[in-house]
């Protein structure tokens, strides 16, 4: 499937991986960005009590192959977010996007994420703070709407209002967002999935970029979604399923098609993991963690995540524990297909 001539001739948001908290971090990031050249990587929020208050270096850095980066910020102090998109567009992010999406409880006591969905004008204003002080595209993430009102004006007023204050690109989870009785997890599976509503947004606003969010897990999913919207983010299928990636910038944005193997792009991790433990004694199982599904679904790929997080290995170099994840396993040992995930840390896409 070709969907293009060139990646140019595509918008920013064509595709893109979803801001996740715990697991988008900056390695995260270097190793998508080997599988797909084109793709749009987000940080985890970042909130801007952190920045404002904390280690600066330690939130914005990142590798400079990761581009193109979009840097989101969660708050909803106008004057804080002002500061860290400069920060952001300082530290040479390609966009900033607000977090209106984010149902957990931890995130609401901050009063941000999708509970700001309740307060459009206060959004309005937090985006034109941000859009007043940076030259890179300010962005919003949010939901259908929250609790279980399923009106749709809900969510048109709201973009109409924040679009007036010079965001022209919002991504939407097609979901509600339950602000009590659900967890995080539960909110991205409970609240039914509602595309039309997404693409109504679309024919109401032409003029603006609207991506789409929420249970999309094929190729098949996402070129129905182009053929109605601008864009399409990936969340935890391109994490647990990464491989998928590879496919991505052949089919969605016309390039030629890859000759990397999964061989190759573990070579290249290992190489990436000595280096930063070299310049920032970063420990390579802080990495790996990223690239756990990489054999997803293939023969054996239950015993080369184990070796990976085996933790009796750490004293290692990465390069002796890919060729340990590769060795024939013992006898007693077994191989299995290995579909299951590995353990994971809560998201909240």
Known sequence: MNLGPSSAAFPAHRLSVAPMMDWTDRHCRYFHRLLSRHALLYTEMVTTGALVHGDVARHLRFNAEEYPVALQLGGSEPIDLAHCAKLGEQWGYDEINLNCGCPSERVQRGAFGACLMAEPQLVADCVKAMVDVVDVPVTVKHRIGIDKSESYDFVRDFVGTVSAAGCSTFIVHARNAWLKGLSPKENREVPPLRYALVHRLKLDFPELTIAINGGITTGEQVAAQLRELDGVMVGREAYHNPWWLASWDEAFFGAAPSEQTRESVESLMVHYMATQ?????????????????????????????????????????????????????????????????HDAAVVHA
């Open 277 to 341: 433990a070299a310049a920032h004694g970063t420990h390579w199982s802080a990495i790996a963690r990223h690239m756990l599904g990489l054999r997803h679904g293939l023969p054996g790929s239950r015993r080369w995540r184990q070796v990976w997080s085996d933790h009796r290995l750490k004293t290692l170099h990465p390069r002796e524990v890919m060729v340990l994840a590769h060795a024939p396993a013992s006898e007693g040992e077994g191989e299995d297909a290995g579909a299951s995930s």
